[in-house]
């Protein structure tokens, strides 16, 4: 079996990070950066969303799994005095393969032939660079409703844990194919009227962003960022490719809901 491993870099992670590739390599594994069929993360959920985008290229043949050298993570599940026990598994046991939706975003631009597609893990959130966000927001290719606010947060199922539930958006179990859409401080009043409440939206329906006012918008795509004044459009929907995750033992979402914000 062919792996790569990613390190937060950090002195434990990067320690851990050896200690993984030397037991892995003892066991006749090969570490392979470019190809690898499981990439292990030692670090953060921040540093399995680099490990994820840096193989976006090959999900169907690549599966995550990762190491926790801080605080709890959502997809960082093994423990740093466990990773002997990691390469043990990942060398010797079969393992379940667990999808998780993805969510696309297609960014389209005024002279109207060029665009860019991207993958995002968990979320793409979408303001300017000045002054309130003002876009149409259309829903399965009808107007829904004009937008004034800060921004706006699109997430998926693994992803509304993070800024999702900040901005007061629900938490939804990782394998529901479906995106939320979150507001950042939206305007309400007697003229400019919006939702004002998440909206959960299934894989077959698309989210079309059309701002408004001449300004430059600022996108980020998990912890990448774009900013542009030439932006005519943005498309969310829930990808066709899935993220895929090495399962070697249980890994109870609800419980570590819980963990991660309400504590034993």
């Known amino acids: 079996m062919k792996y790569d491993v990613t390190s937060r870099g950090d002195d434990v992670s990067n320690h851990i990070a050896r200690t993984v590739v030397e037991g892995l390599n003892s066991h006749q594994l090969e570490q392979d950066p470019k190809e690898p069929e499981i990439v292990i993360s030692v670090g953060g959920d921040g540093t399995l969303l680099e490990a994820f985008h840096r193989h976006k290229h090959r999900l169907q043949n690549t599966c995550f799994v990762g190491v926790h050298t ?31 939706p993805l969510l696309e975003v297609t960014v389209r631009y005024h002279d109207g032939d060029s665009s860019d597609r991207y993958l995002a893990l968990n979320e793409c959130t979408v303001k300017t660079t000045e002054g309130s966000l003002v876009c149409n927001v259309d829903i399965k290719g009808e107007e829904f409703e004009t937008f004034r606010g800060d921004g706006l947060c699109i997430s998926t199922p693994s992803g509304s844990t993070a800024y999702n539930k900040a901005l007061g958006g629900a938490i939804l179990h990782p394998s529901l194919a479906s995106m939320q859409i979150s507001e950042m401080a939206s305007i309400n009043n007697r003229v400019y009227r919006t939702i004002g409440s998440p909206l959960v939206l299934p894989e077959h329906h698309t989210c079309l962003l059309k701002p408004l006012n001449d300004v430059s918008m600022q996108l980020t795509i998990d912890h990448y960022s774009l900013v542009s004044k030439d932006i005519a459009s943005i498309q969310c929907r829930v990808a066709d490719e899935y993220v895929r995750f090495a399962r070697f033992r249980p890994f109870p979402f609800w419980k570590r809901v819980k963990e991660s914000f309400i504590g034993e």
């Open 70 to 100: 801080g605080h709890l993570g959502f997809y960082a599940d093994w423990r740093p005095d466990e990773a002997d026990k990691l390469v043990i598994h990942i060398a010797k046991t079969p393992f379940q393969v667990v999808e998780y």
